[in-house]
């Protein structure tokens, strides 16, 4: 019964340290979630190279480099005498994962796996979709601790955070 009560009150206390606590506002430099509306976040496009601000997973495949962007994209490079060079971003906002077969790249969108055909590199095309697959979300957190606005659900979905001076909040973690 003890090991019962001890592991409950563990368990409590994790759950109150890594969620989202409101407490009185605060005004000042906080994080601010970024909203896109459901369809603009499952919009998926070719873009010019974009500068790495968070990279993750690599993945080679024939004359390619893909890197992960995590929750924006993958960033693609093309081997010039073994050389990585920057040649595309593909934009998929909440991608975490992807692997290659054939001509095809896979990935999700949050929490649906798309298929992407990569045949031509310079238009990319959405091939499937399946809604759903994954228990993935947005994060509701941002990077680094501290006060941050709280999300709001009814302005879409949050594809990023981002710090801004003189803003009030009331969320921290």
Request: proline share 2%.
């Given at each position: 019964m003890?090991?019962?009560?001890?592991?409950?009150?563990l368990l409590g206390m994790s759950i109150g340290l890594f969620s989202c606590n409101r407490g009185a506002p605060i005004?000042?430099?906080v994080w601010v979630p970024k909203y896109l509306s459901k369809s603009e976040a499952r919009d998926i496009r070719s873009k010019p190279p974009q500068?790495?601000?968070s990279g993750?997973?690599?993945?080679?495949?024939?004359?390619?480099v893909f890197q992960l962007e995590s929750n924006a994209g993958i960033h693609v490079y093309k081997l010039v005498d073994q050389k990585p060079q920057p040649y595309k971003f593909i934009q998929v906002y909440g991608a975490q994962e992807l692997s290659i077969r054939?001509?095809?790249?896979?990935?999700?969108?949050f929490t649906d796996i798309v298929t992407l055909d990569i045949s031509n590199m310079d238009q990319v095309l959405?091939?499937?979709r399946v809604e759903n697959t994954?228990?993935?979300?947005?994060?509701?957190?941002?990077p680094q601790q501290g006060f941050f606005q709280c999300v709001d659900t009814t302005k879409g979905i949050v594809v990023g955070w981002e710090k801004k001076n003189n803003i009030e909040a009331t969320c921290k973690y």
């Open positions: 003890k090991k019962k009560i001890l592991s409950l009150c005004q000042g430099t500068a790495v601000s993750g997973k690599i993945y080679a495949w024939q004359d390619f054939g001509n095809y790249l896979y990935t999700n969108n959405v091939k499937s994954f228990a993935l979300g947005t994060s509701t957190l941002p």
